[in-house]
């Protein structure tokens, strides 16, 4: 999973538990990317990472977030199926319509994923295939995707 830091964005992202997502540097840039580990995962079990992703809107207007399936590097199409992104109430927001969005509450409105990972019922599912993950923000006012 891999974000570009920008204090100024609509959106800021943080992960807090290293073991699943860890944040490193793009270029000169002191902070920049959350990227998703693949360790020490059972292979036979699925993986709840409790927790482990808050996604926070700066912005002025509430604000609908998903992850957009279509649209990230995701060549296995892994992300819905052996990966997900699930909300506080455990609801997957990972669609390609945007009908699975929570909502984040203007000026400092917050959520808390969890990522889940099913080698269970996806036991050959490599996640190092996983490049990026789009998450999808919508304002109100707009009938298009920001970023």
């Known amino acids: 999973m891999e974000t570009t830091g920008d204090a100024s964005a609509l959106l800021q992202f943080s992960g807090n538990e290293p ?14 990317a959350i990227t998703l580990e693949q360790t020490t995962l059972n292979e036979e079990a699925t993986t709840t990472y409790d927790a482990v992703l808050t996604v926070t ?5 509430n604000v609908a977030l998903s992850v957009d399936k279509s649209q990230g590097a995701d060549p296995n199409r892994l992300v819905g199926t052996a990966l ?9 927001i990972v ?9 984040l509450g203007a ?8 990522v ?19 998450f999808a923000a ?10």
């Open 19 to 32: 073991e699943i997502i860890a944040t490193e540097s793009t270029g000169s840039a002191p902070s920049g």
């Open 57 to 61: 809107n700066q912005g002025e207007k």
């Open 84 to 92: 997900d992104i699930r909300d506080s109430t455990g609801d997957s």
């Open 95 to 103: 669609d390609d319509n945007s009908t699975a969005v929570v909502t």
């Open 107 to 114: 000026n400092g409105g917050s959520e808390t994923f969890s």
């Open 116 to 134: 889940v990972i099913d080698l269970r019922n996806y036991p050959t599912a490599d996640m190092s295939s996983i490049d990026s993950i789009v």
């Open 138 to 147: 919508r304002i109100e006012d707009l009938p298009t995707y920001v970023s």
